[in-house]
């Protein structure tokens, strides 16, 4: 699946968790392009979106916000324990959607690192995992069922 194929069940994925998904004209000079979380919602224009897989890590970013302001959040710290765990939200995420992770991790994100991140995680480096455990998203290893790629559930 390449991309652009990517793109509808990313969105489908999105919105059937709950996390709202709106097309909008956006302005050039955001921080991703194309993407932009406005008030607790995932916008994109879609004559400008490049790299679907965007949308899944902004999203993950939106779902581990403390459902207190997650409403209100329009901008997020791209360091920290937030950051990793949208890393790791965003894998188990395209997963789920039936994405190849590589849309995610594509070479244009992550400072360069997305060549790297799509190899650690398909080796079970699955960096970020444990603020998904501390916010009650995945499982820890003691406990019965799934573990992580699964997820107990997908918001905070």
Do not use: C
């Amino acid at each position: 699946m390449d991309d652009a194929e990517s793109l509808i069940p990313i969105l489908a994925f999105l919105r059937n968790i709950g996390i709202p998904v709106d097309t909008v004209s956006l302005s050039a000079g955001g921080f991703l392009p194309a993407v932009e979380v406005r008030d607790g919602r995932l916008l994109y224009d879609p004559d400008r979106l490049q790299w679907p897989g965007d949308l899944l890590h902004e999203a993950g970013h939106i779902a581990v916000t403390d459902p207190a302001i997650r409403a209100t959040v329009s901008e997020f710290s791209s360091d920290g324990g937030d950051e990793m765990a949208a890393i790791a939200w965003s894998y188990a995420a395209a997963l789920a959607a039936g994405v190849d992770p590589r849309v995610v991790f594509h070479d244009h994100g992550y400072r360069g690192d997305g060549q790297w991140l799509a190899e650690t995680f398909a080796t079970g480096g699955y960096i970020g995992v444990p603020m998904l455990q501390y916010y009650g998203l995945a499982r820890f290893s003691h406990d019965e069922g799934e573990h992580y790629p699964a997820m107990i559930k997908w918001l905070r």
